[in-house]
C-alpha cells in the first residue's frame, strides 16, 4: 500500500495540507478508537455505506455537514459506489474524498451517522478518473520540469508540485504514470535521464516496453521509493543504461550485483564508478568504429547480447543485409577486445 509513512505519523507526509501533528481528543469521539493513519499525499478516501436503499445522498451529506461543524466539508472526486481497488471499499453506496486529515479524522472517529449509514474513511489514494483538462495540465507541469539541454526530466515528489495544488496526479497511480509516460514520448522522444525520486513508487509496469519508447534513456534514477523487487525493475532490463540509482528502496540485501549482471552497460551504480562500466563502454566505442552505428545503438545491441562483440556486431550485419561476421575476421580485428570480454 502506498499509504503509510516510513516514519511517524505525528511527522505527517510531504503534502500540502496535512498538520504536523493532530491532537488525539476531539468532540466528535463517539468510542476509544484510533486516529486514522496519515496519509503520505494528505488525501483522504470517504466511503458512505448505507442499508437504506431509500438514503438519498444529499441528505447524508447535510447530515455530515452539520455533525462537522466548525469543520467544513468540502468532497472531491465524488462519485456513487465504491473503488475497485480494495474489496472492502467495493461496496460502498457512495465515495469522495477530502484533503484535510481534520475532517478524514473526525468521520473516522464518527464511525456511522446512524444504525444505517455507516461511514469508512481509510488513506488509500483517489482513483482519479484522467480528462483532456488534466492531461493539458499535466503537459505543462512535465515540460516545465523539462532541461532541454540535457535532455532531463525531473519529476521528483510529483503530487507535490505547487502547480497541481488542489488536485491529486500521484505517479504511485499506474493508470497516472501511464497517461503522463505517453505525454512524455510525445514531447519529448530523445529523453536521456528520467529522475522519478519520492514518489512512493512500488509498481512500474507502466513502464512496459520502454525501450521503444524512449530508446535513448541512459540514466534512470528512483531513490526514495517502495521497490521491494528485483522483478519490478526488470522493465529496464531492454535499455543500454549507463546510470541506474536505486537508493532508499526495500531492495534486498546485495542487490547491487545482481543489478550489475542484469544491466552490464552501467558504469555509475548508486553514485558508484563501475569498472566494469568503463570496459563495456570500450566494447561501445570498437562497436562503432567497426559498424559506423551510432552509440545509442551501440549499447543497445551489447545489452541484447549481454556484452557479447561478436553477436551484437552479427546482429548489426544481418540486420543491414551484410550476412553475418566471419568469427576470424572479429578475433583479427578486434583480439584485444574478445579477450578482454572473456576475462570479465
Not at 503534502?15 to 493532530?22: A, G, I, K, L, V
Not at 532541454?148 to 508540485?161: A, C, K, P
Not at 488542489?166 to 504514470?177: I, K, N, S, W
Not at 561478436?310 to 566471419?326: D, L, V, Y
Request: aromatic share 10%; proline share 4%.
Amino acid at each position: 500500500m502506498f499509504c503509510t509513512p516510513r516514519g511517524s505519523s505525528s511527522e505527517g507526509p510531504l503534502c500540502h495540507s496535512t498538520p504536523r501533528s493532530e491532537r488525539n481528543e476531539t468532540r466528535y469521539e463517539t468510542r476509544p478508537i484510533a486516529n486514522l493513519p496519515v496519509s503520505v499525499y494528505g488525501w483522504y478516501r470517504v466511503l458512505i455505506f448505507s442499508s437504506d436503499r431509500r438514503e438519498s445522498i444529499s441528505r447524508v451529506m447535510r447530515r455530515l455537514r452539520r455533525v462537522l461543524i466548525p469543520l467544513k466539508l468540502y468532497p472531491r472526486y465524488k462519485h456513487s459506489g465504491g473503488e475497485d481497488d480494495a474489496a472492502e471499499d467495493s461496496g460502498a453506496f457512495y465515495t469522495f474524498y477530502v484533503e484535510s486529515y481534520k475532517v478524514a479524522n473526525a468521520l473516522f472517529r464518527l464511525g456511522r451517522l446512524d444504525s444505517r449509514v455507516k461511514l469508512r474513511v481509510n488513506d488509500r489514494m483517489p482513483q482519479l478518473r484522467v480528462n483532456s483538462a488534466h492531461r493539458s495540465v499535466l503537459k505543462d507541469v512535465i515540460l516545465s520540469r523539462y532541461d532541454q539541454d540535457h535532455r532531463s526530466l525531473d519529476l521528483t515528489l510529483f503530487h507535490n508540485d505547487e502547480s497541481l495544488r488542489g488536485e491529486f496526479f500521484a505517479l504511485a497511480d499506474p493508470h497516472l504514470m501511464s497517461t503522463i509516460l505517453g505525454i512524455v514520448e510525445r514531447e519529448m522522444p530523445e529523453l536521456e535521464r528520467l529522475i522519478l525520486d519520492r514518489n512512493h513508487l512500488s509498481n512500474l509496469w507502466s513502464f512496459d516496453r520502454v525501450e521503444e519508447r524512449f530508446w535513448r534513456l541512459q540514466c534512470v534514477s528512483l531513490r526514495n521509493n517502495d521497490i521491494e523487487s528485483l522483478d519490478s525493475l526488470r522493465v529496464f532490463q531492454n535499455l543500454a543504461l549507463v546510470e541506474f540509482y536505486l537508493e532508499r528502496n526495500l531492495l534486498p540485501a546485495g542487490y547491487e550485483r545482481e543489478v550489475h549482471i542484469i544491466w552490464p552497460s552501467l558504469q555509475v551504480l548508486n553514485e558508484v564508478h563501475l569498472r566494469s562500466g568503463e570496459r563495456f563502454r570500450e566494447l561501445v566505442e570498437r562497436l562503432y568504429r567497426l559498424t559506423g552505428c551510432d552509440r545509442v545503438r551501440c549499447r543497445k545491441l551489447l545489452v541484447q547480447t549481454n556484452g557479447n562483440f561478436i553477436q551484437a556486431a552479427s546482429i548489426f550485419r544481418k540486420r543491414n543485409g551484410c550476412g553475418a561476421f566471419p568469427s576470424r575476421q572479429i578475433f583479427l580485428t578486434d583480439y584485444s577486445v574478445i579477450s578482454f570480454m572473456y576475462s570479465i
